[in-house]
């Protein structure tokens, strides 16, 4: 017998082994975990490659069970079960937890959330440290991955597995440094567009949430640069006649 490696083995596969030879479907193995199907497939296939099994066959009637999988399902089944009751026997205490708590957020969120936060850590979980990083294009792969705990930030959706609450309502304000000659007049629709534009953006690509706004009704603005923070955005405002629009 040869000796597995752990340390190279993603042991969350276990969990979803025992869903897909339950429910021999990947669409309901998907719905069972609240996972998307995609990422369920995904997972059938590194099991079928940790295996060196197919597990899963097609048959008349749907899926079937190889024989290897029948033979270790009653395994997987008490493995599971002892795990479980493993964790279960220590709850999570935040008084005595340690490590990172890792956040993808940008530092606008940053600046108005993490002061509050770190004072709620330092009262319910003083061992634990805040890692906090940029978004980025990947950023739901990097939690679909658990790569990252949480990502903080305007998500329009998410897939199935992911989990979104609202932390606070916020509005648009437009910011243009003291003086600018647009100042003396109402800013409208029109003089707004005239006007040069900073746009924050992470990846340097796409469209921001005002432009989609624009579009909708036929307008577009003129993005003069791109930058990916809102420190260096508010500087370069403060410091010519670009306007910006951002969160209050």
């Keep these: ?38 990422a369920v497939s995904r997972a059938l296939s ?18 079937m069970l190889t024989a290897r999988a029948d033979e270790i399902r ?3 089944r008490r493995t599971l079960a002892d795990i479980a009751t493993m964790l279960g026997a220590n709850p999570f205490d935040p008084a005595t937890a340690t490590g990172h708590v890792r956040l993808l957020m940008m530092d606008l969120e940053t600046a108005a959330l993490a002061p509050h936060l770190l004072a709620r850590l330092a009262a319910e979980a003083p061992a634990l440290d805040l890692d ?28 199935a597995g992911i989990r979104r609450r609202g932390l606070y309502q916020d509005r648009f304000v437009t910011l243009m440094r003291t003086g600018h000659p647009a100042a ?20 340097g690509v796409g469209p921001a949430f005002v432009d989609v706004a624009l579009a ?22 403060a410091r010519s006649d670009l306007i910006m629009t951002l969160p209050s």
Excluded: C, W
Aim: glycine letters at 4%; a negative charge.
């Design 46 to 63: 590194r099991l079928r490659k940790l295996f060196a099994d197919a597990l899963l066959v097609e048959g008349r009637t749907g899926y």
């Design 184 to 203: 003396s007049h109402a800013l409208t629709l029109d003089r707004y567009l005239e006007l040069g534009h900073i746009v924050v953006s992470v990846t």
């Design 74 to 76: 009653p395994a997987l």
């Design 132 to 159: 906090i990083l940029p978004p980025s294009a990947t950023a739901i792969e990097a939690l679909e991955e658990d790569a990252v705990d949480a990502l903080v930030g305007v998500i329009d959706d998410a897939p």
């Design 216 to 237: 909708g009704v036929g307008r577009r603005r003129r993005v003069s640069v791109r930058v990916p923070s809102f420190l260096a955005a508010v500087e370069i405002a």
């Design 1 to 38: 017998m040869h000796e597995v490696n752990l340390r190279r083995v993603d042991l969350n596969l276990l969990v979803v082994l025992e869903a897909l030879l339950d429910e021999r479907s990947v669409t309901r193995a998907a719905v069972r975990l609240n996972m998307s199907q995609p």
